[in-house]
């Protein structure tokens, strides 16, 4: 009884110990308070085996809660990896490949699965050419110890592709908002007035239906969230939301390409889009276009594609573009919750982006494949 006595305590002692070794950023071990000494001074070698376990749980709960609870790690150390991973292969550390190269934005999924297949060898490939190692595809020690440092432990929430991701527009938006409550109202879930706000009824609206669909039941769309409910919801019309078209206050000096027909009229100089129709201006926004690096194109263009929940992979990772109208390419003018919250501190990929979602709405509406879109 005394060597269990004596291991045990010396487990106690050390408890601050294992989290600062299992742990890299962890706080420093405590030690024993005093309160948790005296907890631990009334055993005796003749103790039962409860009055030792409730002498010891005392103590701990004694201990200091730094000392108890393990802090927050958003990135990871190196270490040993089990086996080299490649194209081909299936397994549950693949699934956590997946997930890190997604912290990393190398690999732009939504739900990971545990087959190494072409995607992820791209991704794979993708990131050893950016930061030095051989671009084999396989995922060895040096590869591995790389990416960790660029990622974090993934949840079991995201091992088992239910986690709670950022908004898929966020709920400052009146009109995505309106949106998301005409959808609601289709299913039976919301009730309330479809006025955009993110009050009481649509955040339990919200929970229900990711509920409904085996979700946790937050109060947050994700982009998981979205694509089930417009999947079982239809597209409601702009007039069924808003009274009249967007208003418009700002002037933009139009090009002389966009003086006939229906023309989306673009000015990189003046960071303005307006919607021009037989040389009549209908709406005049802030316009954002690309970040250092990239580039808009400028000319007459012709719209040759439209898609109203586009979710751009091509960067690495998923990026929301509500209201895509492509006019060359993969360049497209559409909304940018980006946009909307960092102004003109970032920038597209290329893309000529709106910040206001009533807007971005009304013109998917008003556009057709074959009208032109000048860029000047």
Same mark, same amino acid.
């Given at each position: &009884?005394?060597?269990?006595?004596?291991?045990?305590?010396?487990?106690?002692?050390?408890?601050?110990?294992?989290?600062?070794?299992?742990? +890299? @950023?962890?706080?420093?071990?405590?030690?024993?308070?005093? @309160?948790?000494?005296?907890?631990?001074?009334?055993?005796?070698?003749?103790?039962?085996?409860?009055?030792?376990?409730?002498?010891?749980?005392? +103590?701990?709960?004694?201990?200091?809660?730094?000392?108890?609870?393990?802090?927050?790690? %958003?990135?990871?150390?190196?270490?040993? /990896?089990?086996?080299?991973?490649?194209?081909?292969?299936?397994?549950?550390?693949?699934?956590?490949?997946?997930?890190?190269?997604?912290?990393?934005?190398?690999?732009?999924?939504?739900? +990971?699965?545990?087959?190494?297949?072409?995607?992820?060898?791209? =991704?794979?490939?993708?990131?050893?050419?950016?930061?030095?190692?051989?671009?084999?595809?396989?995922?060895?020690?040096?590869?591995?110890?790389?990416?960790?440092?660029?990622?974090?432990?993934?949840?079991?929430?995201?091992?088992?592709?239910? *986690?709670?991701?950022?908004?898929?527009?966020?709920?400052?938006?009146?009109?995505?908002?309106?949106?998301?409550?005409?959808?609601?109202?289709?299913?039976?879930?919301?009730?309330?007035?479809?006025?955009?706000?993110?009050?009481?009824?649509?955040?339990? =609206?919200?929970?229900?239906?990711?509920?409904?669909?085996?979700?946790?039941?937050?109060? /947050? &769309? *994700?982009?998981?969230?979205?694509?089930?409910?417009?999947?079982?919801?239809?597209? %409601?019309?702009? =007039?069924?939301?808003?009274? =009249?078209? %967007?208003?418009?206050?700002?002037?933009?000096?139009? @090009?002389?390409?966009?003086?006939?027909?229906?023309?989306?009229?673009?000015?990189?100089?003046?960071?303005? &889009?307006?919607?021009?129709?037989?040389?009549?201006?209908?709406?005049?926004?802030?316009?954002?276009?690309?970040?250092?690096?990239?580039?808009?194109?400028?000319?007459?263009?012709?719209?040759?594609?439209?898609?109203? @929940?586009?979710?751009?992979?091509?960067?690495?990772?998923?990026? %929301?573009?509500?209201? +895509?109208?492509?006019?060359?390419?993969?360049?497209?003018?559409?909304?940018?919750?980006?946009?909307?919250?960092?102004?003109?501190?970032?920038?597209?990929?290329?893309?000529?982006?709106?910040?206001?979602?009533?807007?971005?709405?009304?013109?998917?509406?008003?556009?057709?494949?074959?009208?032109?879109?000048?860029?000047?």
């Amino acid at each position: &009884m005394r060597a269990l006595i004596t291991g045990v305590a010396v487990a106690v002692i050390g408890l601050g110990t294992f989290w600062s070794h299992a742990r +890299a @950023d962890a706080p420093a071990a405590p030690t024993l308070t005093a @309160d948790a000494q005296s907890a631990l001074a009334t055993l005796t070698p003749g103790a039962s085996p409860r009055d030792t376990v409730n002498a010891i749980d005392s +103590a701990i709960a004694l201990m200091p809660a730094v000392g108890r609870q393990a802090a927050p790690r %958003p990135f990871s150390q190196p270490e040993p /990896i089990r086996q080299e991973l490649r194209f081909g292969m299936a397994s549950r550390l693949i699934r956590e490949l997946q997930i890190r190269l997604r912290h990393a934005k190398y690999l732009a999924i939504l739900d +990971a699965d545990n087959r190494f297949g072409m995607q992820t060898r791209a =991704a794979v490939v993708k990131f050893q050419q950016e930061n030095g190692i051989r671009a084999t595809g396989i995922v060895d020690q040096k590869t591995w110890d790389a990416l960790l440092p660029k990622s974090h432990h993934p949840t079991e929430a995201e091992l088992s592709n239910i *986690d709670v991701g950022p908004w898929f527009t966020g709920p400052k938006h009146r009109g995505y908002m309106m949106e998301l409550q005409h959808r609601l109202n289709q299913i039976g879930l919301y009730q309330g007035p479809v006025d955009g706000a993110f009050d009481a009824p649509t955040r339990e =609206a919200i929970g229900a239906f990711r509920a409904r669909i085996g979700l946790p039941a937050a109060e /947050i &769309m *994700d982009e998981r969230t979205w694509a089930n409910l417009i999947r079982v919801t239809r597209n %409601p019309r702009y =007039a069924e939301l808003f009274d =009249a078209p %967007p208003a418009s206050a700002l002037t933009q000096e139009l @090009d002389p390409r966009c003086a006939a027909g229906r023309v989306v009229c673009i000015s990189k100089e003046q960071r303005r &889009m307006s919607y021009v129709v037989d040389g009549k201006v209908r709406f005049t926004r802030e316009a954002r276009f690309s970040r250092p690096g990239y580039d808009s194109p400028v000319g007459a263009f012709r719209v040759w594609y439209m898609n109203r @929940d586009t979710i751009s992979t091509i960067f690495g990772e998923r990026t %929301p573009m509500p209201y +895509a109208i492509f006019y060359t390419g993969n360049v497209a003018i559409h909304f940018s919750d980006d946009f909307a919250e960092k102004g003109y501190e970032s920038g597209s990929h290329g893309c000529s982006q709106l910040k206001d979602y009533q807007v971005a709405m009304w013109l998917y509406e008003q556009i057709k494949v074959g009208d032109r879109v000048v860029v000047y």
